[in-house]
């Protein structure tokens, strides 16, 4: 049976992704730092017998290190992480930022993220047979900012850089690592959009949204690639949304 791990799986497009990949025949390992949230993703979900929750900080190397560790316990391999888990800031012009407000979307979404990447990258190298996949959630942000975006922008930019370097260096382990970049999805996290948010010309105005869902499914089809093909990055966006000529 193949195995995935989700991080931020308690809501979102983690949990999207979860539920689509339970869905699909995966042992999916869930984690978070809210047990009652993860639960409550594998309770919408009609295979519990192949979903096992394990809280973990992201941010944590300890608890990063405990997490697999437990993954190998229980599962024996690795052939699937779903890089999700991310934080953000309130929008906040540049010249306003505070180093605790930088470090608070830096110490998730780039030092989590290579925590976690760093991890499964070992397992997948060091079990047998050798390999896996890693998919990193990007963003449009890690190619076009929005305004007063400067902590999750950066980090979305190094999310790029680290998928590169990730897909290049697996290549000799039989690693393949791709990026998926989210366009508003609707999740509580963007649930603003409907009412309205920054614009490049300094208006506020609603954005369309997408099912979260479509990014589950998204997930489910880079994950089934065989192991000769890998989809490096790839943009999945309300239809009708600001990115193509945004500003």
């Given at each position: 049976m193949r195995t995935a791990?989700?991080?931020?799986?308690?809501?979102?497009?983690?949990?999207?992704?979860?539920?689509?990949?339970?869905?699909?025949?995966?042992?999916?390992?869930?984690?978070?730092?809210?047990?009652?949230a993860l639960d409550e993703t594998i309770g919408l979900s009609a295979a519990v017998d192949r979903a096992l929750a394990v809280t973990a900080d992201v941010a944590d190397p300890a608890s990063v290190a405990a997490l697999f560790?437990?993954?190998?316990?229980?599962?024996?391999?690795?052939?699937?992480?779903?890089?999700?888990?991310?934080?953000?800031?309130?929008?906040?012009?540049?010249?306003?930022l505070t180093f605790e407000q930088w470090t608070h979307v830096i110490d998730v979404n780039l030092n989590g993220a290579f925590l976690c990447a760093n991890a499964a990258y070992r397992m997948m190298r060091d079990q047998t047979p050798q390999g896996g996949r890693i998919i990193?959630?990007?963003?449009?942000?890690a190619h076009t900012p929005r305004p007063g975006s400067a902590p999750y922008t950066a980090t979305k930019h190094a999310i790029t850089g680290l998928t590169k370097t990730i897909?290049?260096?697996?290549?000799?382990?039989?690693i393949a690592c791709g990026q998926i970049d989210i366009g508003n999805a609707a999740t509580p996290m963007t649930r603003r959009m409907t009412t309205g948010v920054p614009q490049a010309d300094g208006s506020i105005r609603a954005e369309p949204t997408m099912d979260v869902e479509v990014v589950g499914r998204t997930i489910v089809y880079?994950?089934?690639?065989?192991?000769?093909?890998?989809?490096?990055f790839l943009t999945v966006m309300a239809t009708s949304m600001p990115y193509a000529g945004r500003g």
């Open positions: 791990v989700v991080t931020g799986a308690g809501s979102g497009v983690g949990r999207a992704a979860a539920l689509a990949l339970l869905a699909e025949g995966w042992f999916v390992v869930l984690t978070g730092r809210r047990r009652e560790a437990r993954v190998s316990e229980v599962c024996g391999r690795l052939d699937l992480l779903f890089n999700n888990a991310g934080n953000n800031t309130p929008s906040t012009n540049f010249g306003d990193n959630n990007g963003s449009i942000s897909a290049l260096d697996g290549r000799v382990h039989n880079m994950a089934g690639l065989p192991a000769d093909a890998n989809a490096m």
